[in-house]
């Protein structure tokens, strides 16, 4: 399976633990994104990256949170200090870098806070 | 920012029938419109996309229509079958920006 990969699927933790997940996306692509799912609701987007360097971050993501692409291949988002507003399906998608290209979607880490 | 509406929240339809969901955008710089096919637990599953160069879309019993002046767009399922059940999301993005941003999705039944 070529496609995007996250991991793990499920995380469970306790509020005030920091966690991290990772993304690993279509060899081919250089653009990577993280988009937040909650509930009924469309993704909303976190962050993007172009190889390494990110691009773009949205006010969603306080300073809690940090992503990295470290050698513009796979990436990690982590947050810090869980909260139990976390709880979502945190999402990653990859593009290749042209203007509006398909972004393909990886199966999402859902986190639970208890 | 753009501002993605999408209608309706649920749809039920009977095998067979055709089905349609509509979204409304308020940026009129975007010119991206993919559509997204989400089953329970899965990962949304890109079916269709439209750029503003073009008005119309179709992919065998999927189609997609755009009306810029409006700031509109459509997807449009025809003979409906019941592995078509799940939530569909459209979206919205611009050149320069790469984010989507998308609509709250639509809750499609389709019954045998």
């Known amino acids: 399976d070529t496609g995007v990969s996250q991991d793990p699927r499920h995380k469970i933790t306790k509020r005030g633990q920091n966690v991290t997940f990772r993304c690993d996306p279509i060899s081919e692509h250089n653009r990577l994104y993280w988009y937040r799912q909650t509930l009924g609701q469309g993704p909303e987007f976190l962050t993007y990256?172009?190889?390494?360097?990110?691009?773009?971050k949205s006010r969603l993501l306080s300073d809690r949170f940090s992503a990295e692409r470290p050698k513009g291949s796979f990436s990690t988002l982590e947050i810090q200090r869980t909260e139990q507003g976390d709880s979502a399906m945190y999402l990653c998608a990859s593009s290749l870098a042209d203007s509006n290209q398909p972004q393909h979607f990886g199966d999402g880490t859902r986190l639970s806070i208890l | 920012g753009e501002n993605v509406e999408q209608h309706p929240s649920t749809l039920s339809v009977q095998e067979g029938d055709s089905a349609v969901i509509k979204c409304t955008y308020s940026d009129s710089a975007s010119n991206y419109f993919p559509w997204y096919k989400q089953e329970l637990g899965k990962r949304p599953q890109l079916i269709i996309d439209i750029r503003s160069n073009v008005g119309e879309k179709k992919d065998q019993r999927i189609a997609v229509t755009l009306n810029k002046t409006a700031k509109h767009f459509s997807l449009h399922i025809t003979e409906t079958q019941p592995e078509d059940s799940a939530v569909y999301f459209c979206?919205?993005?611009?050149?320069?920006?790469?984010?989507?941003?998308f609509g709250t999705g639509t809750r499609l039944l389709v019954s045998p």
């Open positions: 979206a919205a993005s611009m050149t320069g920006f790469q984010k989507l941003v």
């Open positions: 990256f172009q190889n390494e360097a990110q691009l773009e």
